[in-house]
T-cell receptor
Framework: GESVGLHLPTLSVQEGDNSIINCAYSNSASDYFIWYKQESGKGPQFIIDIRSNMDKRQGQRVTVLLNKTVKHLSLQIAATQPGDSAVYFCAEKAYNQGGKLIFGQGTELSVKP | NAGVTQTPKFRVLKTGQSMTLLCAQDMNHEYMYWYRQDPGMGLRLIHYSVGEGTTAKGEVPDGYNVSRLKKQNFLLGLESAAPSQTSVYFC???????????FGSGTRLTVV
């Protein structure tokens, strides 16, 4: 069936560097792609989303890129901070499938001081 | 501004026991969801509801039942708990047409 997956399970970066977290998806009918951050012992927290008709969207220190040609999604975090250490999930949402969010497995980001 | 509140936060059950997890949201969201999260895995959808009085199955519904008698509440029931249901359970809610969900802080359930 359709699924959303992540290329790397762990990512370690130096404080101040930029981080890039990647995600592959397979449902070309998805309407939205969303990134969530989950800190230990907490529920996922919405970071940023992008509509399927866009290829880039920027937020505060974060940028999401969508490449529909190769069905690839990425999250870029600028000037990574220790507080960015968490597991990051990508998710996709298709209204023709009831609007449910389908999550990938997650990438654990570790920021070294 | 509570958002999504889950109770209880922790629970230990014996195999065969039953329990109900409660989710409450104060954002007037139409949609509500129950997910489970197992180690090394992403969140998997158990059941969801698109409005008061309606429920639907997700990816992994077996062994669970749900009810949405009031718009703000979504209950997840385990009739006969099994060790395979040991997991962290998350409730979420969203607006109709919204892209993102608001999640609760989770319920850690252990079945022994």
């Amino acid at each position: 069936g359709e699924s959303v997956g992540l290329h790397l399970p762990t990512l370690s970066v130096q404080e101040g560097d930029n981080s890039i977290i990647n995600c592959a998806y397979s449902n070309s009918a998805s309407d939205y792609f969303i990134w969530y951050k989950q800190e230990s012992g907490k529920g996922p927290q919405f970071i940023i989303d992008i509509r399927s008709n866009m290829d880039k969207r920027q937020g505060q220190r974060v940028t999401v890129l969508l490449n529909k040609t190769v069905k690839h999604l990425s999250l870029q975090i600028a000037a990574t901070q220790p507080g960015d250490s968490a597991v990051y999930f990508c998710a996709e949402k298709a209204y023709n499938q009831g609007g449910k969010l389908i999550f990938g497995q997650g990438t654990e980001l570790s920021v070294k001081p | 501004n509570a958002g999504v509140t889950q109770t209880p936060k922790f629970r230990v059950l014996k195999t065969g026991q039953s329990m109900t997890l409660l989710c409450a949201q104060d954002m007037n969201h139409e949609y509500m969801y129950w997910y489970r999260q197992d180690p090394g895995m992403g969140l998997r959808l158990i059941h969801y509801s698109v409005g008061e009085g309606t429920t639907a199955k997700g990816e992994v519904p077996d062994g669970y039942n749900v009810s949405r008698l009031k718009k703000q509440n979504f209950l997840l029931g385990l009739e006969s708990a099994a060790p395979s249901q040991t997991s962290v359970y998350f409730c979420a809610s969203s607006y109709l047409g919204g892209s993102g969900y608001t999640f609760g802080s989770g319920t850690r359930l252990t079945v022994v």
